[in-house]
């Protein structure tokens, strides 16, 4: 097929897939294959169109780590914005995209054989407006998120299936409803940049799909020099949480909705920093009084979040809370929460809250069903 031939096709993919690379050292040959293998055909009318945007890095840099059979097949963009974030090639990427849906994918990561497919069918037959695909580690491990309600997987709700603990887009969403919600990654967090993006998404009244049984988008071995696993002050490493519960977009929602965003950050993002930063060196003063306030800000604007956790999650809060607090017993409740199957990790902290999604008496059974 010529040249001119792969142009003309290109401009009329169903699917439009961006990758955003900054360094050669990423696998993005693997990236570019494993799309190739997704089920569509790559440049044909009607398939996919597989977008890399090279990243204050040169093209050719990034062009001569993709096999040279697919390489022509590649719609490369260029972007020296000079900014540590993924979130500008993203939105160049997407800015760039004419097809009905759009994904984004990291570029150490790989589709499984025929995914991509999988999941345009889908969003075909429902008409979703956002495919929510399936993933799993590159060592088979599954990814259990969004935490859905058992036996659900079609026209999801975004309190009750708990769509929030999918943070990343992965998967598709229709390119009207990025346009209709004014989707953007974030420009300027270091890491987080994708929130508010999902945040307006699950939220926004548009019908999102589960792909149980499709092909699964697989997230690879986590790169040295990846972004998001750099280690920063407290107040940089959760700015992306303050920024979303303190804008105008957050402040406008029910009390319900921003409950339900508000304890996934605390779950995932808050305690999870507890442990990281046990493991990569402990924790200093000032930033044991950022947490504390970060954690403080996130409950102001949604004073009932604590609620269904957990009584050792709620344990863990109040440790955050008083940075007093000594580190070892810190470092103690951050693992006793972890330590599933007990009482302490079974019942909520009220138990008015026992039957909420959020509640560890329907969340945990939830997460162990997913598939």
């Not at 804008?247 to 929602?253: A, I, N, P, S, Y």
């Not at 403080?296 to 863990?316: G, Q, V, Y």
Request: one cysteine or more.
């Amino acid at each position: 097929m010529s040249e001119e031939s792969l142009a003309r096709d290109a401009q009329s993919p169903r699917v439009d897939m961006v990758i955003a690379v900054h360094s050669e050292k990423r696998p993005i040959g693997a990236a570019v294959e494993s799309l190739v293998d997704g089920g569509l055909g790559v440049g044909r009318p009607g398939g996919l169109r597989i977008t890399v945007v090279c990243h204050n890095i040169p093209v050719a840099r990034i062009a001569s780590r993709i096999p040279e059979e697919s390489r022509s097949i590649v719609r490369f963009l260029d972007l020296q914005d000079g900014i540590a974030s993924p979130a500008g090639p993203l939105n160049h990427g997407i800015a760039h995209a004419t097809a009905p849906y759009v994904g984004v994918m990291g570029s150490d990561d790989t589709v499984e054989p025929g995914a991509v497919s999988d999941w345009l069918t889908l969003a075909e037959r429902f008409g979703s407006d956002a495919v929510i695909a399936p993933e799993r580690h590159a060592d088979g491990r599954t990814i259990r998120t969004p935490v859905l309600r058992p036996g659900h997987s079609r026209d999801l709700h975004p309190i009750k299936d708990r769509l929030s603990y999918r943070t990343a887009p992965l998967g598709l969403v229709r390119r009207s409803e990025i346009a209709r919600l004014s989707l953007r990654f974030t420009p300027g967090f270091p890491t987080g940049d994708d929130q508010e993006f999902t945040s307006k998404l699950w939220f926004g009244g548009g019908r999102i799909d589960y792909a149980r049984g499709a092909g699964r988008y697989v997230v690879g071995a986590e790169a040295a020099d990846r972004v998001s696993f750099t280690r920063r002050p407290v107040a940089s490493e959760l700015e992306f949480a303050t920024a979303l519960a303190e804008g105008d977009w957050f402040r406008g929602r029910s009390d319900a909705e921003r409950r339900a965003i508000v304890v996934k950050l605390v779950r995932v993002h808050v305690f999870g920093l507890v442990q990281s930063r046990f493991d990569s060196g402990g924790w200093s003063d000032d930033d044991r009084v950022d947490l504390a306030r970060i954690l403080s800000t996130l409950l102001t604007h949604a004073p009932r979040a604590l609620k269904p956790l957990s009584l050792a999650d709620r344990r863990l809060t109040q440790a955050i809370l008083n940075p007093s607090v000594g580190s070892d017993v810190l470092q103690q409740r951050a693992l006793a929460r972890r330590r599933f199957g007990r009482v302490g990790t079974l019942l909520p902290s009220s138990l008015g809250s026992a039957f909420e999604p959020e509640s560890p008496l329907r969340f945990m059974p939830a997460a162990a069903l997913l598939r």
